[in-house]
């Protein structure tokens, strides 16, 4: 196939093809978004002109396949807002220009859809952008992902992680002002909602040599400066510091302790607020900082010879600072002597050469390992607490077996230097791995994919580094196993019987090569304490000068004494007393790196490779030589030709099609039969040859770019033509549009102005009939009224339903039409019975009872004695008097007689009318008068004539009783405040209702031997009792409600 002359550029090295993607902007458009349509794509030239061209359009991200290039930008692109992250949110890889929102959505959706535990491999050597991409990766998640309240603790946490373990783990230094001096692996774990719940941090080697020495242009550890610069003046002063980082030994080994491009101030402020947003006690707090302090402080302890000759401490204010952090007690005679084993009983009494290197190993010592404390207790706080979840069963239940994880690793990619140490061949040998790792999964999902899609798989040719693992790793022979021997070995291990023991066991080997085992122009290049690795990404001469030495040191200090809770929990008493060796540094990383293996193994990978553009910190400057380095040693190019392997590109059918149909009559403009036969049809038409294409179950394989990019020129070249035809069609679409409106606009009014009239007829016919109906209302029911009528008794019944009587006691009726009033009183008779007898349903016994009182009450008094209607809304009691005011003895005599009702009254004496207290009870056959314990008069109530109240609102009443008896006493004149309620139960009982007399001036009692008494009553303003001028009783009633 030919290529359009706007393609002309196309091919040969370091040109590059352009891919248009829909959604892309002109911008977007430069060079290749993916290495994978890179024509020439063995060319390396090619592939950095690619980057290049690119990174000048501030276009840093590029893919080979899946995996993201960056090229650190040094400056900040506007990329990365909010609305950037939502256009990533849930779009497919390829529909978008390449970011690392779209890995970080692309890893997310897998681990939603497939449930895979899933990682991001962030490699790149130092100052490439690795830490700055994982917090885009982090915020991301953060932004976009749902969060609750208490999981957005969790989302907070995670984020301020960094910023905690930035300062403590991250330093200046020459290629970076921020560089990670450790490798960090970083686990978020997300709820079955995919909502993150909690997160796990694995650290790897610190750069512990930092905390007591600095390259010229370089720092210590930011957190010393951050205190020094931020802590508050009282603060340093406890912990015995000054703010002049120069004072410190430790801090000025680089002579660069400020950096205009770094605010330790306002850093430190960042540092203590995260601290405390991850859970950090004060205390805790307090005992970092006695460790950042007391590390300064060694530093700044000097040694001199003692009076006997022996190394001591001459530094006194170090000393006393430093037992701080052994005791609590400042004892100094003690705190001396606890320094003294601190730094000089490490390993018996010392030169001073001995004493600085033991002072410096324990300064390192304390630093790596309150740093790994720190990042555990991180841990802690970003552990998902089930207990949380526990009382929302629903969370807890799915959260539980449906939790899903993507792991970030942010680690140093091959670093070669001038002298390489001990430490570069960890990070190499880690790389190495990685590499293995890369290779192998790259493979397997690209071999998986071919088995899925029904295409078989064609061998690839790759170098396997496993050869080179297995050199540094392998037990017995391996390069890690020959230096613990070297170490375990009696005597004094040397460096030199180290290379010589690795030339005997290694020599021979295809990328073990040594000076002695060198011939020629290699021999030159390798040092005598050197060896050499030959590694995938290239060789690299290691220096073994220390590294035994390296290997050896090991902390075993009384610091396990410490009070400093850190200290102790860090420094196991066991690790002094125990005879075991420890294991060396090189097999404590073996370790930790097969753990990790282990960990990414289990996960579903994903890459960014990250790319420095120059050494100058520099924002669009492109080292071509620097980058060219860093794409050999990221293995990039090897990447490339993995991923090319079998075809270029691969796409869905849906897609496929969806895309290029317009370039097929047959599948224009749309396809209605099976996916795979419209591609088919389409590739047909496009005169695709055979080997140039594979269909699969659900995608087409293109084997060269440039099949791909002809279509993409042949879709360009039918854009004209397409947009054409789109414009008539839409413009005859308007038109026809505009006037089938108009015709729908004129019927739709034509029908409302009908419906109008037809509404309109209607109601006047009606009020027609109801004016006609109400003129004739008063005839029988005829034609002209029957609707008026009708109407009439609707409304009457509607009325009735809607306002029906509210209770018994409402005695609202609506007034019926002349032609209801029998019927609406029917109703109405229906409507009381029915509400009654729902009220006397609802009655309680009590209740009852208290109403057949009343009545019996409203019977004797209604109208008849103007205090009845007080008395009405008061209710009758049981008794007026409790139990225990019955005198006990009273209650004997009277025995099986069980008093019913009691009350407190007045008796008068019938001659001088003396007032008497009495208590008057009720039993069900007599009623008694009693004076304290005395029963004095007992009225049988067939003996009970008649009861005699007034009309007035006194309390007055005579109980008269035949003076004939003469068992009996005669009358009896009572007053009592409740005269209605007794009155009404004494009648009651004795069945007198009938024998109440209600007098209206005068009551008569009769007085012994025929004699009688009179009680007037008149109305007053108060009530008065006093013995008239007739010998009368005077009573004067208060005028209540005068009749
Ligand atoms: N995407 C980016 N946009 C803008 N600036 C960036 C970007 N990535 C990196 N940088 C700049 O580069 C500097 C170094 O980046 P970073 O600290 O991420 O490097 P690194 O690869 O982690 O290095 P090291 O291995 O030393 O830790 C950052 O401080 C920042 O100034
Ligand atoms: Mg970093």
């Not at 779209?102 to 952008?129: F, H, K, P, W």
């Not at 009033?821 to 609802?842: I, V």
Request: aromatic content about 10%; hydrophobic content about 35%; proline content about 3%.
């Amino acid at each position: 196939m030919s290529l359009p002359p706007h393609w002309k550029e196309v091919g040969g090295e370091g040109r590059v093809h352009r891919v248009m993607e829909s959604t892309l902007t002109a911008r977007d458009r430069v060079g290749v978004q993916d290495f994978v349509l890179l024509e020439n794509y063995t060319s390396e030239a090619a592939f950095i002109e690619n980057l290049r061209r690119r990174f000048g359009e501030k276009l840093i991200y590029t893919y080979i396949g899946s995996v993201l290039v960056s090229v650190n930008p040094y400056k900040d692109l506007e990329i990365y807002s909010k609305a950037h992250m939502e256009r990533y949110r849930g779009v497919s890889f390829y529909e978008i220009s390449p970011h690392i929102y779209a890995v970080s959505d692309n890893t997310y959706r897998a681990m939603r859809t497939e449930r895979r535990d899933q990682c991001i491999l962030i490699s790149g050597e130092s100052g490439a952008g690795k830490t700055e991409a994982s917090k885009k990766i982090l915020q991301y998640y953060a932004t976009t992902c749902p969060v609750t309240d208490h999981m957005s603790t969790i989302r907070d946490r995670l984020l301020q992680s960094n910023p905690v373990l930035e300062a403590f783990g991250n330093a200046k230094t020459l290629r970076n002002d921020n560089s990670s001096r450790f490798g960090k692996y970083m686990d978020v774990q997300f709820d079955f909602r995919g909502a993150p719940i909690g997160g796990h941090i694995l650290n790897y080697l610190l750069e512990k040599s930092r905390v007591v020495h600095q390259n010229h242009g370089e720092r210590n550890f930011h957190i010393f400066y951050q205190l020094l610069e931020g802590g508050e003046q009282d603060q340093l002063s406890k912990l015995g510091l000054e703010r002049n980082a120069q004072k410190y030994h430790y801090l000025v080994k680089g002579c660069c302790p400020r950096v205009s491009s770094i605010n330790d101030k306002s850093d430190w402020k960042t540092v203590r607020k995260a601290l405390t947003v991850i859970g950090f006690h004060e205390e805790e707090v307090e005992d970092l900082l006695n460790i950042i302090a007391s590390v300064l402080h060694l530093g700044n302890t000097q040694f001199g010879e003692g009076e006997d000759g022996e190394t001591q401490i001459t530094t006194e204010p170090q000393l006393t600072y430093l037992s701080k952090v052994r005791t609590s007690n400042m004892n100094s005679t003690s705190s001396h002597r606890l320094t003294h084993s601190l730094i000089l009983h490490f390993k018996g009494p010392l030169s001073f050469e001995q004493a600085v290197a033991a002072r410096d190993a324990l300064a390192k010592a304390v630093y790596g390992r309150a740093f790994t404390w720190l990042v555990a207790k991180i841990n802690q706080s970003l552990a998902f607490k089930w207990i949380v979840f526990y009382l929302q069963d629903e969370v807890y239940n799915s959260s539980k077996g449906s939790s899903s994880v993507i792991g970030l690793l942010d680690i140093y990619g091959f670093e070669v230097f001038q002298h390489n140490s001990f430490e570069q061949f960890c990070i190499n040998y880690c790389n190495e791995k990685l590499q293995q790792l890369f290779i192998k999964l790259t493979l397997k999902s690209e071999q998986e994919e071919y088995e899925a899609e029904g295409i078989t798989w064609e061998p690839v040719k790759y170098f396997d580094n496993k050869i080179i693992c297995d050199l540094v790793e392998e037990k017995h022979k391996g390069f890690i196993s020959i230096l613990d021997e070297e170490c375990l070995r009696p005597g004094e291990p040397s460096d030199i019987s180290f290379l010589e023991k690795l030339e005997d066991t290694l020599g021979g080997h295809a990328h073990f090569v040594t000076h002695k085992l060198a011939n020629g122009k290699t021999r030159k290049a390798v040092g005598r304490e050197e060896f050499r690795l030959i590694h995938y990404a290239g060789e690299v001469n290691y220096t073994v000068n220390g590294e035994l030495a390296n290997q050896s040191v090991n902390s075993r200090t009384v610091i396990c004494q410490s009070d400093n809770q850190i200290l102790s929990q860090c420094f196991h008493r066991e690790e002094v007393t125990t005879q075991k060796r420890p294991e060396t540094a090189a097999t404590q990383f073996k370790n930790s790196l097969a753990k990790l293996i282990e960990i990414l193994m289990s996960k579903e990978p994903s890459y960014v490779r990250c790319i420095k553009p120059n050494d100058a910190k520099q924002s669009g400057r492109f080292d071509e030589a620097l980058v060219r380095h860093q794409v050999k040693y990221l293995g990039l190019m090897e990447n490339l030709r993995v991923r090319r392997a079998g075809f270029a590109y691969r796409r869905r059918y849906e897609a496929f099609l969806q895309r290029y149909k317009s370039l097929c009559p047959g599948t224009w403009p749309n396809w209605q039969g099976r996916l795979a036969d419209g591609v088919a049809t389409l590739v047909q038409h496009l005169g695709y040859k055979p080997e140039e294409y594979k269909l699969g179950k659900t995608k087409i394989f293109i084997r060269f770019p440039k099949t791909l990019f002809t279509t993409e020129d042949a879709l360009e070249a039918r854009r004209p033509a397409l947009a054409l035809t789109l414009q008539t069609s839409w413009r005859g679409y308007r038109e026809r549009a505009k006037y089938h409106l108009l015709v729908i606009q004129s019927a739709w009014r034509g029908m409302k102005s009908r419906r109008k009239a037809r509404r309109r007829r209607h109601a006047a016919e009606i009020i027609r009939k109801f004016i006609k109906g109400f003129i004739y209302r008063h005839y029988e029911r005829c034609p002209e009224n029957e609707y008026f009528l009708d109407h009439q008794r609707f409304s009457f019944l509607m009325t009735l339903v809607r306002n029906p009587p509210k209770s018994v006691l409402d005695k609202s009726w609506p007034v019926p039409p002349p032609s209801l009033t029998e019927a609406s009183e029917h109703l109405c008779r229906l409507c009381m019975q029915n509400m009654m007898r729902a009220y006397c349903r609802r009655i309680q016994p009590e209740w009852k009872k208290q109403m057949e009182q009343k009545v019996v009450a409203s019977q004797i008094f209604q109208d008849q004695k103007d205090s009845y209607p007080q008395s009405v809304p008061k209710l009758f009691v049981a008794s007026r008097l409790d139990s225990e005011e019955f005198n006990l003895k009273v209650i004997q005599t009277l025995g099986n007689d069980k008093v019913k009702y009691g009350v407190a009254v007045t008796k008068y004496d019938r001659r001088g009318y003396k007032a008497r207290p009495r208590q008057l009870l009720l039993t069900s056959s007599f009623a008694v008068l009693v004076a304290e314990a005395k029963l004095k008069q007992r009225i049988d109530y067939a003996a009970l004539r008649s009861i005699s109240v007034s009309s007035l609102t006194d309390g007055f009443m005579v109980l008269h009783v035949p003076s004939e008896d003469n068992k009996q006493k005669s009358d009896v004149v009572l007053q009592c405040d409740h005269v209605i309620e007794v009155v009404t139960k004494l009648a009651t009982m004795a069945d007198k209702k009938n024998k109440v007399n209600i007098s209206q001036d005068s009551i008569k009692f009769a007085v012994a031997r025929g004699k009688e008494g009179v009680i007037d009553f008149t109305s007053g303003s108060e009530l008065k009792v006093a013995k008239g001028k007739k010998g009368h009783l005077l009573v004067t009633a208060p005028q209540l409600n005068p009749r």
